[in-house]
């Protein structure tokens, strides 16, 4: 404004947009908390319609209060980091956003200011902490599924897949056609289409067999059968199991089944 030439001063309008001569410097209004009208310039002023002002001593003490440690009230300070340490109109029932960080920094103490700042440290440490833990439970959770579906598919081939002797749990898979079978092993005779024990004579149980066909059918017809006894089995095994881990079993028996042409329900 001290230029000698008039073309280097600020012009009555610059002038006027200055914050020395701003309205909003001069403003004041009453806070919400102590009732004091003060300079607006002195607290925060909420975004609602209403312009809720919060002088800066109120201000400092509501966010001391809410950021101590104090056993009594632990709770308060727990419920402050929970809603993201922000600070919010004073006024009842207001539905203006929080207060921005800087808006509430201007106005806080130092060793308020640095306590609010400890806070808010602490409480993101404890949401990634949070974090980190859920994260780590899924993983293990995710691992501990995969672990228990591996065992119960090695258990479905070791147990369905192969064929094997009912006594003496030797695999085997030669077939001559007739469907009383006898162990090479142990010598027990057992069922071509269930693979029951029938101890020393399976040509009582053959004949009734529910899923048989009679004592005698084709190698290719055999074959059909097992597999269809397989799927049946399967199916039984899996529908068993909880939704995920039944997903991750059929996901690992995908490929072994269509090995051998088994193909379950959907």
Known sequence: ?????????????????????????????QCVACFEILL???????HDGARHFLCAECLNRHVEAKTRLDVEYSDVRARFKEGGCTVSCLAEGCPSESFSSIEISWHLHVHIH??????RLEAAQERLCTEIKREFEQKLKRLLIED???????????????????KCRTAFADFDGCTALTCVNCGCEFCGYCLLDCGRDAHD???????????????????QLQRERK??????????LGVEERAEVLHLLQPLMQERGIILES
């Not at 607006?40 to 909420?46: D, E, I, K, L, S």
């Not at 598919?153 to 147990?159: K, M, N």
């Not at 799927?231 to 068993?240: C, F, S, T």
């Open 1 to 29: 404004m001290q230029f000698e030439s008039p073309s280097g001063r600020p012009t009555a309008d610059d002038a006027l947009r200055d914050p020395l001569f701003s309205r909003e410097s001069a403003e004041t209004a």
């Open 40 to 46: 607006r310039a002195r607290g925060v002023t909420c």
């Open 114 to 119: 640095a306590q609010w700042e400890g806070v």
């Open 148 to 166: 228990e579906a591996q065992w119960k598919v090695e258990e479905i081939v070791e147990e369905v897949l192969t064929l094997k002797y009912p």
């Open 205 to 223: 149980h053959v004949p009734w067999c529910p899923i048989g066909e009679g004592m005698y059918v084709g190698q290719e017809r055999w074959e």
């Open 231 to 240: 799927r049946h089995q399967i199916g039984g095994v899996v529908a068993k």
